[in-house]
Structures are given as C-alpha cells and as structure tokens.
Nanobody, 115 residues
C-alpha cells in the first residue's frame, strides 16, 4: 500500500520560512517524479514544484521561483520543499504527489502565513 506522509506545515509570519517533508512508502521511490501541490480555500489545486526521479530537473510555479526549493533524498524516500520569504498568498494545504504510471497523493499539511 502506497503512503505519502507530509509534515512540517504550520503558522509562520510573512517573510518567514518552513521546510515541508514527505516520506514515501510502498513504492520504489527512485522511479517516481515527485511534486508539491497546494490548494487554497475556494481555489483549484495548483502545481507548486516538481522534481524528476534522479533530481536532475526541477520546475516551479512562477510565483514561487527564487523563494521555494524542491529536493529529494532517494535513500530516505523523502522529498522536501524549502519555502523562504513566505507571503500570505502562500497560505494553503500543501500536498505531496508521486507520479509514474499511477499518481499518489498525501493527506496534506496546512501552511498558514499570517502576522
């Protein structure tokens, strides 16, 4: 059974930082493209960042470029999202996603940016 378990969310002031982690089990992690999505209240889920199976290529939503960094540790079956210079508009539930021939989702972790 595939499981993706996110952690690291919370309440942070504007300009602050958070690091999200997602630990995968039940799949061959090194084969999968990994991504982070987010969904704010009343909005559609959007792709924030993705990283290829080897970590050689990353892509980012324009609004997070230069502030967020996605990375992975295949030995630990973990993908990370380092979020710096957070803004109130980054407030959302953040979801980890694994994709190869099938797509799997984590349960999400809440990130709230507010003073």
């Amino acid at each position: 059974q595939v499981q993706l378990v996110e952690s690291g969310g919370g309440l942070v002031q504007p300009g602050g930082s958070l690091r999200l982690s997602c630990v995968a089990s039940g799949l061959t992690f090194r084969w999968y493209m990994m991504s982070w999505y987010r969904q704010a209240p009343g909005k559609e889920r959007e792709l924030v960042a993705s990283i290829t199976s080897t970590g050689g290529t990353t892509n980012y939503l324009d609004s997070v470029k230069g502030r967020f960094t996605i990375s992975r540790d295949n030995a630990k079956s973990t993908v990370y999202l380092q979020m710096n210079s957070l803004k109130p508009e980054d407030t959302a539930v953040y979801y980890c996603n694994a994709y190869r021939s099938a797509r799997y989702w984590g349960q999400g972790t809440q990130v709230t940016v507010s003073s």
